[in-house]
């Protein structure tokens, strides 16, 4: 799991989201809806892919267009990583929110985080 996580609202436009994650130089965030409750990963793949590739159409795009939703509390910290890797390809996507109970947000799974647990595991 990775911490700090970054987030975008809903409502947000992809233009935003793609500044945020240009600057950060992370690839995924986290999407809270109006209650702060995770509702989807926002991947770059997915703004790259699912629109036109200019900053004017990003500003007309919301984030809620083009995200992976994900149900809530589908991982947990203490979910084992096995757990994880069935979450994340029986829902086809890259990135999963971490909650804790209630749905606090509390950090990201990524292939990444995945690939380094198998590598120390080795």
Do not use: C, Y
Not at 28 to 42: A, Q, S
């Amino acid at each position: 799991m990775s911490r700090p996580v970054l987030t975008n609202e809903t409502g947000e436009t992809l233009g935003d989201a793609w500044q945020l994650m240009f600057v950060s130089g992370l690839r995924h965030l986290v999407v809270l809806d109006d209650d702060g409750v995770p509702f989807g990963v926002l991947s770059d793949r997915a703004v790259l892919a699912g629109s036109p590739s200019t900053i004017d159409h990003w500003g007309n795009l919301l984030v809620r267009d083009v995200l992976a939703r994900v149900p809530r509390g589908s991982i947990r910290p203490d979910s084992t990583a096995q757990q994880a890797v069935h979450e994340m390809s029986h829902r086809a996507v890259e990135a999963l929110p971490v909650t804790e109970e209630g749905g606090k947000l509390v950090g990201i799974l990524t292939e990444s985080d995945v690939v380094r647990w198998v590598g120390t595991a080795a």
